[in-house]
């Protein structure tokens, strides 16, 4: 990790000071985990497909807010 101090901190007292989204963004850094789908080698003109993929009625049974092709693919869009 590149500053323990600071990890120790997020993980003792962020939770409690910040949204679980905005805890996990800052925690990843500090891990190395990359936060874009770039970063994973994903390429831009294939978010259609994934977002096709991701809508289907398999996919979506366990998902808590049940989203459609277009919702998941301007969400993927935000984090490419």
């Known amino acids: ?31 190395s985990i990359p936060t874009r789908l770039a970063d994973y080698g994903i390429k831009r003109e294939s978010l259609p497909e994934l977002a096709e993929k991701s809508s289907s009625p398999h996919n979506m049974a366990n998902n808590p807010k049940n989203a459609g092709t277009d919702e ?8 490419y």
């Open 1 to 31: 990790f590149a500053d323990e101090d600071m990890l120790t901190e997020l993980i003792v007292k962020g939770i409690h000071h910040r949204s679980l989204g905005s805890y996990i963004k800052n925690l990843c850094p500090l891990a």
């Open 72 to 79: 998941i693919l301007d969400l993927l869009k935000k984090v």
